[in-house]
T-cell receptor
Framework: GQNIDQPTEMTATEGAIVQINCTYQTSGFNGLFWYQQHAGEAPTFLSYNVLDGLEEKGRFSSFLSRSKGYSYLLLKELQMKDSASYLCAVLDSNYQLIWGAGTKLIIKP | GAVVSQHPSRVICKSGTSVKIECRSLDFQATTMFWYRQFPKKSLMLMATSNEGSKATYEQGVEKDKFLINHASLTLSTLTVTSAHPEDSSFYIC????????????FGPGTRLTVL
């Protein structure tokens, strides 16, 4: 079966750095997405990785290792507004998005 | 980024009535639209995938006659929840995908359905 694992909840301090991990087992791989979702709102796109390595975009970076079935989202200089759920999703061989359950990130002052 | 609108944002209805939710891609042609359902503190659950001009493909366990999907044009898809019951209360989100290299999906703002 297809499976995506990410921690349920994480807590970090404002101004700090946090890394959210995601491991996946899917039938085929056509890319991995990270989305941010605030409570009661739809997901918004953060990053897309299809090749191994690190993609940096401002305070957010995303890493992918296809051989390990592993990705992480790195958030730097955390702000209170970063409190949200972070969803990892893999595009499988049928170009269908397989979603993780999401990681709820709590930022404390 | 591309914009997807969804209407209504909130709807409260009585049990037994039908509710229609619209999803529109405002500035691009959506070759594929997706309908998701999300329960509180849970991840997105794909309900169906629809391509313009063809019948929607439903995920296992999703009742076709209960959740009617129409994708009449490249910019509009509708989801109709027929004979709604309290257990249909949920957050429904649509997304749309165009001809992009990374197959990114753009999400609508979601519709909160409450069935009394």
């Amino acid at each position: 079966g297809q499976n995506i694992d990410q921690p349920t909840e994480m807590t970090a301090t404002e101004g700090a750095i946090v890394q959210i991990n995601c491991t996946y087992q899917t039938s085929g791989f056509n890319g991995l997405f990270w989305y941010q979702q605030h409570a009661g709102e739809a997901p918004t796109f953060l990053s897309y990785n299809v090749l191994d390595g690190l993609e940096e975009k401002g305070r957010f970076s995303s890493f992918l290792s296809r051989s390990k079935g592993y990705s992480y989202l790195l958030l730097k200089e955390l702000q209170m507004k970063d409190s949200a759920s972070y969803l990892c999703a893999v595009l499988d061989s049928n170009y269908q998005l397989i979603w993780g359950a999401g990681t709820k990130l709590i930022i404390k002052p | 980024g591309a914009v997807v609108s969804q209407h209504p944002s909130r709807v409260i209805c009585k049990s037994g009535t039908s509710v229609k939710i619209e999803c529109r891609s405002l500035d691009f042609q959506a070759t594929t639209m997706f309908w998701y359902r999300q329960f509180p503190k849970k991840s997105l659950m794909l309900m169906a995938t629809s391509n313009e001009g063809s019948k929607a493909t439903y995920e296992q366990g999703v009742e076709k006659d209960k959740f009617l999907i129409n994708h009449a044009s490249l910019t509009l898809s509708t989801l109709t929840v027929t004979s709604a019951h309290p257990e249909d209360s949920s957050f429904y989100i649509c997304s749309a995908r165009g001809h992009w290299e990374n197959n990114e999906q753009f999400f609508g703002p979601g519709t909160r359905l409450t069935v009394l």
